[in-house]
């Protein structure tokens, strides 16, 4: 069975979410982080799994459910990073971030048997999912990570490596406050879009 690894950071004002600022501050940013990261773990939680760990820059919260590992991370850019994350895993492993709270326990459910590695394509021009039946941190070391062209580099090399990619749904980030709308209309009944509702009726009120 699959490894479920997420890659995060605790939601602190000023740490996470800075592009929601304006409109919202950022306690508030923080506070939308928190719900989709929450919303994230719950679905991994939920979801099939061997083994469950959070990869974390910070210290964990009320937010955590039970059933997780968590792992600090590793110094260095974002490349860094998340071959270190892939280095906690010894056999099949996929990795999601905190920027997708829309994500479904079926969507995680992945299995690997004739593919070798799956890569969920984000709409920003990233990747919000990664999958890889044999851990190989070298497959993302290099990558240009925070451009438009992150993710076609990133299943270009799984390719080039020999993989045969399987590809998840594409998925839209929530980087600005449209993002977090559209995404929240996505999963109205999520924790991410309750929060948003409270958060959109204060700022009106401002």
């Not at 998840?168 to 948003?196: I, M, N």
């Amino acid at each position: 069975m699959t490894t479920l690894l997420v890659i995060a950071k605790e939601p602190r004002p000023g740490r996470v979410k800075t592009r929601l600022t304006p409109p919202f501050t950022p306690e508030e940013a923080a506070q939308l982080a928190e719900a989709a990261l929450a919303d994230t773990l719950l679905a991994v939680a939920t979801a099939p799994a061997s083994r469950r760990i959070l990869v974390l820059d910070g210290a964990p919260g009320p937010w955590l459910p039970p059933g997780f590992d968590v792992v600090p991370q590793c110094p260095g850019g974002l490349d860094e990073r998340l071959a270190h994350a892939f280095a906690q895993s010894s056999g099949p492993a996929l990795l999601v971030g905190m920027d997708t709270p829309q994500v479904t326990p079926d969507l995680l459910g992945v299995d690997f048997a004739g593919c070798d590695a799956y890569f969920g394509a984000a709409e920003d021009g990233g990747f919000w999912a990664l999958g890889l039946s044999r851990p190989e941190p070298s497959l993302l070391r290099g990558v240009p990570m925070s451009t438009p062209l992150t993710g076609a580099v990133q299943r270009r090399r799984l390719v080039e490596a020999g993989l045969l990619v399987r590809d998840l749904p594409p998925l839209r980030d929530v980087d600005s406050a449209a993002d977090a709308h559209a995404v929240a209309a996505l999963a109205p009944d999520g924790g991410f879009a309750a929060r948003l509702s409270r958060l959109t009726k204060g700022t009106a009120r401002r």
